[in-house]
T-cell receptor, first 116, second 108 residues
Framework: GAVVSQHPSWVICKSGTSVKIECRSL??????MFWYRQFPKQSLMLMAT?????????EQGVEKDKFLINHASLTLSTLTVTSAHPEDSSFYIC????????????FGPGTRLTVL | TQLLEQSPQFLSIQEGENLTVYCNSS?????LQWYRQEPGEGPVLLVT?????EVKKLKRLTFQFGDARKDSSLHITAAQPGDTGLYLC????????FGAGTTVTVRA
């Protein structure tokens, strides 16, 4: 149980285009999902918290107009990188919070974004 | 924000040796999680420790949660090349704070 999928697993795009990444909880409902960014050989950096039915909460320094988050259902959150630039190239990982007594998050396999 | 410090940052050992990774904080955590991440993949949850002083075993991996719930350790016995990866500790209520990670390399 507690499986999270991400799509696509990798994407290459031209500078100036927008890219959408999907995050799905496959076997549980997640009212809260999280989006992280990870640079090579570094830990995860939280970008934003995605709440079903409400606006996402962004961490300090993350541009909300550049990284659009939509949590349309209890099993799907999307991250759209708008007008992507080479500096947006990174590994993006989502996680879904499993409701319960203990706060546990289960992670997707990640999406490698390369902006040319 | 609750900070978690992991040490060491890098660990390279020979197959069959033991290793320990530490995760420390000045804050009290209601629970701590340990994840392992392989290159190009998302972190995989290994264990969650909840009770102060708790010890959990997962095959050759032993996890401890400090009595004061401010620190934790991961010990691997007789490490194998398959144990190679980035080990992350994380904790927090609602939003997770992550340690910087420990890159473990087990040489055959």
């Amino acid at each position: 149980g507690a499986v999270v999928s991400q799509h696509p697993s990798w994407v290459i795009c031209k500078s100036g285009t927008s890219v959408k990444i999907e995050c799905r909880s496959l076997d549980f409902q997640a009212t809260t999902m999280f989006w992280y960014r990870q640079f090579p050989k570094q830990s995860l950096m939280l970008m934003a918290t995605s709440n079903e039915g409400s606006k996402a909460t962004y961490e300090q320094g993350v541009e909300k107009d550049k990284f659009l988050i939509n949590h349309a259902s209890l099993t799907l959150s999307t991250l759209t990188v708008t007008s992507a630039h080479p500096e947006d190239s990174s590994f993006y990982i989502c996680s879904a919070r499993l409701p319960g007594f203990i706060d546990e998050q289960f992670f997707g396999p990640g999406t490698r974004l390369t902006v040319l | 924000t609750q900070l978690l410090e992991q040490s060491p940052q890098f660990l390279s050992i020979q197959e069959g040796e033991n290793l320990t990774v530490y995760c420390n904080s000045s804050s009290v955590f209601s629970s701590l999680q340990w994840y392992r991440q392989e290159p190009g993949e998302g972190p995989v949850l290994l264990v969650t420790v909840v009770t102060g002083g708790e010890v959990k075993k997962l095959k050759r991996l032993t996890f401890q949660f400090g009595d004061a719930r401010k620190d934790s350790s991961l010990h691997i016995t007789a490490a194998q090349p398959g144990d190679t990866g980035l080990y992350l500790c994380a904790g927090g209520l609602y939003k997770l704070s992550f340690g910087a990670g420990t890159t473990v390399t087990v040489r055959a």
